[in-house]
């Protein structure tokens, strides 16, 4: 008895904290959300107002139209959806060959490539830039964009390698008994039994380019090709004294990648503990 009491009064003291740690995680957000519903007499007074009375939807209306919003997100969903679509098709691809394929080396330069993991980004940086420039293509969506589609980062092919190595391998034997060449397998059988995994690289990949600021920021001069983390930060700089207009804009650029990750969260639970358990 005495021990399922110290095991409930644990598991009320483990909720307790976890509910705290919750609360200091979202109160920023909710600070930055009601700051958004509020007008610049509200937002700094002492005591704080919690809730905003009376609420100012025109904040956002306010936002919209002095920023280009929509200009950024066609910029963004162009960058985002190439780069979802290009990381799944190639990190795929990548790790249907070192996981379903045999050809000599396959283990070692797999080894080599994971190295790039531990390599900083900041490293390749300047050499990368210096490349894009030579080519011409600064100043274009290309730097932001084609990378995707030339392996699809090395974090993708190692979870798609995980996933498709538990994959059994009969099922490639029968096909190729079958005649089925090596495309035919992972289009026809791998690709349909590694949903759970090819969801989390592509939420994985919408967050990762949603998110994007460095880039952007190195690779594009022209306003009009700018992304709602560029415009964000131009918005800031126009309109740094219009706090309650600087929170309605955040919650504008924050709001799809919020969505994302809130009706993706099971998916990706469910994807990197399957990944998980069959690497």
């Known amino acids: 008895m005495r021990t399922g009491k110290k095991i409930k009064i644990s598991k009320i003291f ?10 200091a995680c979202l109160f920023p957000f909710y600070w930055m959300l009601r700051s958004s519903f509020m007008d610049m007499g509200q937002i700094f007074v002492m005591p704080p107002i919690m809730i905003p009375d009376p609420f100012v939807a025109t904040n956002y ?7 280009p919003y929509f200009k950024y997100l066609t910029n963004t969903l162009i960058i985002v959806l190439s780069n979802v679509g290009g990381s799944v098709l190639s990190a795929s691809l990548c790790a249907f060959s070192f996981s379903r394929m045999r050809w000599p080396g396959r283990d070692k330069i797999f080894m080599a490539i994971l190295t790039a ?31 995707a589609w030339l392996g699809g980062g090395v974090y993708n ?4 390698r995980q996933f498709f190595m538990g994959i059994p391998r009969e099922l490639d034997e029968a096909a190729l008994v079958d005649g089925a ?7 026809k059988i791998i690709l349909p039994l590694s949903k759970s995994v090819i969801v989390v ?9 949603w998110n994007d600021f460095m880039g952007p920021l190195i690779y594009l001069n022209d306003e009009s090709k700018y992304t709602l983390s560029l415009g964000l930060q131009l918005f800031q ?19 799809p990648a919020i969505l994302v990750f809130f009706f ?6 469910e994807g990197i503990a399957t990944t998980g358990i069959k690497g």
């Open 117 to 147: 993991l531990m390599m900083p980004a900041i490293v390749t940086m300047i050499p990368t830039f210096v490349m894009w420039s030579k080519i011409g293509l600064t100043n274009t969506l290309v730097p932001l964009t084609l990378p």
């Open 14 to 23: 483990l909720y307790v904290f976890l509910a705290a740690g919750a609360l």
């Open 237 to 255: 700089g126009n309109y740094s004294a219009q706090w309650h207009l600087l929170m309605a804009a955040a919650i504008l650029v924050l709001l």
């Open 201 to 209: 690289v592509a939420i994985f990949s919408f967050l990762n380019s």
């Open 181 to 187: 060449s090596f495309f035919t397998i992972y289009s």
């Open 61 to 67: 209306k306010d936002a919209l139209e002095v920023m």
């Open 264 to 269: 993706g969260q099971k998916h990706i639970m």
């Open 157 to 160: 092919i190692f979870l798609f």
